[in-house]
């Protein structure tokens, strides 16, 4: 049972444009969403979180919008660059417990020039 | 701090063989994990421990065995390996205390790949 479904799995945009990548969640129990970030090669990267007592998180050009009734949030990338290209996996936990984060599938961005 | 880090960075076994991945964190967290990730699949959770002498399953861990006897060491080991394990593997660890907020932080990774 995929507890946290990311789509698309994914995604060419171009240089300058908006990404969106979209995560839905089924376990009302989960109330803190972090997305990370990982480059080939490397580890995944906490990049932004966010809690679901506010509907928007904005940290530069990355910004997350939650959706508490429809369990859905998603990431928007604004103005991408080519050195946003990675992978981006939202994740779900709950606070309290111990921490044990489920991930979507992940979304492979590529931005190109 | 190095943070996490793990070794080794690739290995190639053959099938029944064992081996055993190291991880190690010096940021005195209290909480480590070891994830798999396969193309398509996102990263699943194979053991995590909640400090020194504490480990729990998580949702993949057939196959595989953990012990934590210091704060700072997590190693994973495989036994009779199998084509099924060939992945990438990735160590983390986070504060934890209760605090579902905090950041996990990963290692650079093992690509394992069994033959």
């Known amino acids: 049972q995929q507890q946290v479904k990311q789509s698309p799995q994914s995604l060419i945009v171009q240089k300058g444009g908006i990404s969106i990548i979209n995560c839905a969640y089924e376990?009302?129990?989960?109330?803190?969403f972090p997305w990370y970030q990982q480059f080939p090669g490397k580890g995944p990267a906490l990049l932004i979180a966010?809690?679901?007592?506010?509907s928007e998180k904005k940290e530069g050009r990355f910004t997350i919008s939650f959706n508490k009734s429809a369990k859905q949030f998603s990431l928007h990338i604004m103005d991408s660059q080519p050195g946003d290209s990675a992978t981006y996996f939202c994740?779900?936990?709950?606070?309290?417990?111990?921490?044990?984060?489920?991930f979507g599938i992940g979304t492979k961005l590529q931005v190109i020039p | 701090n190095a943070g996490v880090t793990q070794t080794p960075k690739f290995r190639i076994l053959k099938i029944g063989q064992s081996m055993t991945l190291q991880c190690t964190q010096d940021?005195?967290?209290?909480?480590m994990y070891w994830y798999r990730q396969d193309p398509g699949m996102g990263l699943k959770l194979i053991y995590y421990?909640?400090?020194?002498?504490?480990?729990d399953k998580g949702e993949v861990p057939n196959g595989y065995n953990v012990s934590r006897s210091t704060t700072e060491d997590f190693p994973l080991r495989l036994e009779l390996a199998a084509p099924s394990q060939t992945s990438v593997y990735f160590c983390?660890?986070?504060?934890?205390?209760?605090?579902?907020?905090?950041?996990?932080?990963f290692g650079p990774g093992t690509r394992l790949t069994v033959l």
């Open positions: 983390a660890s986070s504060q934890g205390g209760g605090q579902g907020t905090d950041t996990q932080y």
């Open positions: 940021m005195n967290h209290n909480y």
């Open positions: 966010i809690r679901p007592d506010v």
């Open positions: 421990s909640v400090g020194a002498g504490i480990t």
């Open positions: 376990n009302t129990a989960f109330d803190y």
């Open positions: 994740a779900a936990t709950a606070i309290q417990g111990y921490q044990k984060v489920t």
